[in-house]
């Protein structure tokens, strides 16, 4: 079987309408497949005006404003509509791509077991972690039992590091998982790209050190590590500046937390390049991506990471090498990583530019073609699987 042969229903929580790692990450995927000749369709939310277009067909799907207070940008996906099941009747998919745990995958994980159709389950976060930021730690293991029981219904999953798939190994969610890790635009994302004029013109000298935090402001990010770990830098008297890149509903708790910090609001594109490479140290205190593809792209921008030692970063940061491992949550210990940075120019520069050598391995193509192969191997077990059993009812017949 060729990757041109697959007909993939891809069933997603946020494809476009609002930009994240995660869909960024689907869209490059839709677009290697297509480009292989690969059929796909996509199940997903729709906004009138998405964060960017979509990459191949979208269906929309049954969906309202996500039930969590600061999070009202996201949608809940609700399930499959009659329009949905009619629509993937018509397309005959050979193989079902989750990406989400919501309503509409459940729905999609019930409907391709009835067609007797493999189904593939990509991790993009630790959705487990969440309820802390909200109050809410208390559930974190009923939500550990939900998603156990959904990815053990699925023939295989795919993570985006090998950290995370420790992780899930450890968490009993699947024996079968391969890595969809994460690659880096190089003509977005270079050290090249660094501009003084730029950071002259939001306050910061050329000698200046920034910290630069990059992402959506949310807590689950650890926006109050981040701002512990400011607090405990100015009691260490280490020289630096706190540059802000990225927004979100936390953001005026988040300015609050951070008085002199430096905002540069929402960048995308050779915007987002230019203000990554122009920060001098990238902090990465969240403990729920299971890649983090910002601490890839300040890697491929030359900025040594100080990270929490937790999935994905742990898999990408070498310590004492492109940058520093943390315990998650140790604003102290965070600080204590970040302060040589601040004063050693040389330190800085080496670790950075190890950091961008590093980046450099993560190629788009070679990455998206595991996870083709992955449903290639799905889809030749499942009809192995089914040519043995109608062997064996003939024989009984």
């Not at 050979?94 to 990406?99: E, P, R």
């Not at 040589?340 to 950091?355: I, K, Q, T, V």
Request: aromatic fraction near 8%.
């Amino acid at each position: 079987m060729d990757v041109a042969d697959l007909r993939i229903a891809l069933f997603s929580g946020n494809y476009n309408y609002t930009r994240d790692g995660a869909n960024q990450a689907l869209n490059r995927l839709v677009g290697y497949l297509l480009a292989q000749g690969a059929k796909v369709r996509v199940y997903a939310p729709t906004v009138e005006k998405p964060d960017f277009e979509p990459t191949g067909d979208l269906i929309g799907v049954p969906n309202v404003r996500m039930p969590v207070k600061g999070r009202g940008e996201y949608r809940l996906p609700l399930g499959l509509s009659r329009a949905n099941r009619q629509d993937l009747e018509r397309f005959a998919p050979n193989i079902v791509h989750l990406s989400s745990p919501d309503p509409t995958g459940h729905a999609g994980l019930r409907w391709a077991q009835d067609h007797d159709i493999p189904v593939l389950s990509s991790v993009h976060t630790r959705f487990e972690t969440y309820p802390r930021y909200y109050g809410l730690k208390f559930m974190e293991p009923s939500v550990e039992w939900i998603l156990r029981r959904f990815y053990n219904r699925c023939d295989a999953l795919v993570a985006p590091s090998q950290s995370m798939v420790d992780t899930l190994i450890e968490q009993d969610m699947h024996d079968d998982i391969a890595i969809w890790s994460r690659g880096v635009d190089r003509e977005i994302f270079s050290p090249e790209k660094r501009d003084l004029a730029w950071r002259r013109s939001l306050g910061l000298e050329d000698d200046d050190v920034a910290v630069v935090f990059l992402g959506r402001l949310v807590m689950e990010k650890g926006l109050d590590v981040f701002a512990d770990t400011v607090i405990e830098l100015r009691k260490l008297q280490a020289p630096h500046k706190v540059l802000v890149i990225g927004d979100g509903p936390a953001r005026k708790w988040f300015e609050q937390a951070l008085p002199g910090g430096i905002f540069a609001g929402f960048q995308t594109g050779k915007d987002l390049g230019r203000a990554l490479a122009s920060g001098d140290i990238f902090l990465n205190p969240s403990i729920t991506e299971t890649f983090g593809n910002v601490t890839l792209e300040a890697m491929a921008c030359g900025l040594p990471v100080v990270a929490a030692g937790a999935t994905g970063a742990s898999s990408l940061v070498d310590d004492w090498e492109t940058g520093r491992l943390v315990p998650p949550g140790d604003a102290t210990a965070f600080a204590e990583a970040i302060k040589p940075y601040c004063s050693n120019d040389d330190l800085r520069r080496r670790h950075g530019e190890a950091g961008a050598r590093k980046a450099a391995e993560y190629s788009w193509d070679a990455i998206n073609k595991v996870v083709a192969d992955t449903y290639v191997r799905l889809v030749e077990e499942r009809r192995a699987l089914q040519e043995a059993e109608n062997t064996v009812a003939e024989a009984e017949a």
